[in-house]
């Protein structure tokens, strides 16, 4: 049995948010992941995600990285609350490590270990929290944006990192995944990759349906992608 979502309030940079967490039933604290979402910012899909952490046995908590007010705007609307962000990486970066420190703050999470998850422009967040050189057990990128930021050459990551990708993503294609293999080498990662062949982006998402914009849901992909998120928790959290 998993707890029913708990809002978690709080604040950065004069903006408010709320989170949302959810967790096994029952006092202990837990081994807990971090979910940054899509452009669409905290939603169902991400909460669908978290409920499937908590069966699993970890607490997890859907990140607002857009502000209370800004739940559920629209696609156009959340577009640009993503672009302002993406314009702006060490602002972005804050935010990140503030709700990191969020969850390591709730009453269901054991704080020495915590990974983060993302999916899309979550998965760049995912691994932009790695970059900062972050104190936390893993991270992991489902068909993320791979851009690197520019502000944090020379830190060395600590996180473990592991990244899902489809390999006819057009937002990653295949030069930028060969480009963050030799980044993450260069800060001394410890990482792996999962390519998908004949995968699209959105690959984890049942709403994703246009094949023409390269978006594209993809099971087989997903529930590959899924287990060996499963096993990387299962190595990372001891």
Sequence with gaps: ???????VEHEEAGTRFESLIVAPQ????????LIFPTIMGRSDLELGFARRLAAAGHAAMVADLYGRENIGRSREECRTLMDALRADRPAL???LLHALDVLRDQREVDPDRVAAIGYCF?????LDLARTGADLNGVASFHGI????GNLDGVRIAARVIAFHGWDDPLAPPADVTALGEELTRAGADWQL???????????NPGANDPDRGLLYNPA???RSWKSLMLFLDEIFG
């Excluded at 979550?122 to 995912?126: E, F, M, R, S």
């Design 221 to 223: 992909a997903e529930a």
């Design 26 to 33: 029952g006092a202990e604290a837990r081994p807990a992941v």
């Design 1 to 7: 049995m998993i707890t029913e979502p708990r809002p």
């Design 93 to 95: 970066q804050a935010r």
């Design 122 to 126: 979550g998965g760049l967040c995912a």
């Design 146 to 149: 791979l851009t690197p930021p």
């Design 194 to 204: 999962h390519a998908y062949g004949h995968t699209a982006h959105g690959f984890t």
